[in-house]
């Protein structure tokens, strides 16, 4: 059995009911699945490829930033207008070329802090406009990031989003606690250890708020995440906090589940594979991957410019013959394939890392699609 089974879409961007079943079943099974952020066509095929390849689900994210960068850097952004066009764009591209790559995969956007929220709030438009014509939204889901805010007005700010996502069935992830370093121009190098640290209270509260308006909702919860890679032992991850902050849930409506919760872990990169796991084993079932992914990107076009120097200093001539053309070796879609070939390569070992590739992915080559509706709805006792 793979995970495609309990999916009602086999393959391409799922919404609604699918993305509750898929997190329910990564709980149940102990696998998460990798989030990517993608800033161009050529990361998220990157990101596509080594998930196909793996026959696993897939979270493809756009940020703020990277949202911009797909609309192009050269597009004003003083209104967010870049981001909410580039990610508009990247959304449809990602959806025209999804289901060739025969897997599911879950739409996202990352952190919107409260300066951008009217990123949020122009692609919520275009959801709501896919939805009255496709009975989806545009995204699968979204991320609202009010960690850095006080704690009642980030919790009903989010409720409101996510009382304007319910209608579409569209996942809410919201963080609470604060993901430290520096990330897409936001930078909490500096705040105080304690805020990276969430209190089981906060998650409670955050649930019981949220479940009373839709099951579609998810909690990046702080255990000490950083943003970005630091020397070992520079990081204090205590993943163990977690597994509390379910049992503190679980206590309070006397849930059956052990895992009432749908955790997301930020600031994945340069962690080791024993936090990831510890994390999986209480809830988490979304893993951000981002800087580790920049560096895989850029190792593979580096290698190949320094390995293929002398071919790339003129268009004619080179160590075979000054009459010797070097079209082919400066030609962008051979240098810019070596970075997909590296980053696919740093996305599988996660895909592995996350027991994510123990759920294979299997597609009935008689299914193209269908609803993403139906099956388990409701939050769970």
Not at 145 to 154: A, C, G, I, P, V
Not at 181 to 192: C, L, M, Q, S
Request: hydrophobic share 35%.
């Amino acid at each position: 059995m793979g995970v495609t089974d309990v999916l009602s879409r086999k393959k391409g961007v799922i919404v609604g009911d699918d993305v509750l079943k898929l997190f329910s079943y990564a709980q149940e099974k102990n696998f998460a699945i990798p989030a990517i952020n993608v800033t161009s066509t050529s990361t998220a095929v990157a990101a596509l490829e080594a998930a196909r390849d793996k026959k696993a689900p897939i979270i493809l994210q756009l940020s703020q930033g990277g949202a911009a960068f797909f609309a192009g850097k050269g597009v004003a952004n003083d209104k967010q207008q870049a981001s909410i066009a580039g990610g508009i764009a990247g959304a449809h591209y990602i959806r025209s070329i999804a289901p060739a790559y025969d897997i599911p995969i879950v739409l996202h956007t990352d952190h919107c802090a409260k300066k951008l929220l009217p990123w949020l709030d122009g692609l919520m438009d275009a959801d709501e406009a896919y939805f009255k014509d496709h009975g989806e939204p545009l995204f699968s889901s979204h991320m609202i990031d009010l960690s850095e805010e006080e704690k009642d007005w980030n919790i009903s700010t989010t409720a409101k989003y996510l009382k304007r996502a319910a209608p579409m069935k569209q996942w809410l992830e919201m963080e609470i606690g604060i993901t430290g370093g520096e990330e897409d121009g936001v930078n909490n190098e500096n705040v105080d250890n304690a805020a990276l640290y969430t209190q089981p209270e906060d998650i409670y509260e955050i649930y019981h708020t949220l479940s009373q308006i839709s099951p579609y909702f998810s909690i990046a919860a702080g255990f000490g995440n950083v943003h970005g890679v630091y020397k070992p032992g520079n990081v204090q991850l205590h993943p163990e906090l977690l597994g509390k902050h379910q049992q503190y849930v679980k206590d309070k409506i006397g849930a059956k589940e052990d895992k009432p919760v749908f955790l997301v872990f930020h600031g994945g990169s340069g962690s080791t594979k024993e936090e990831y796991k510890e994390a999986i084993s209480h809830g988490v079932v979304k893993v951000n991957l981002d800087t580790d992914l920049q560096f895989a990107y850029l190792s593979g076009i580096r290698d190949y410019i320094l390995n293929k120097k002398d071919y790339l200093m003129k268009p004619v001539g080179n160590p075979d013959g000054n009459d010797k053309p070097n079209k082919k070796y400066f030609d962008p879609r051979v240098w810019i394939r070596e970075g997909e070939k590296t980053m696919a390569a740093r996305v599988q070992e996660g895909l592995t890392d996350f027991n994510t590739v123990e759920v294979r992915a299997v597609v009935m080559d008689d299914d193209d699609g269908g609803g993403g509706g139906g099956g388990y709805g409701g939050i769970r006792p």
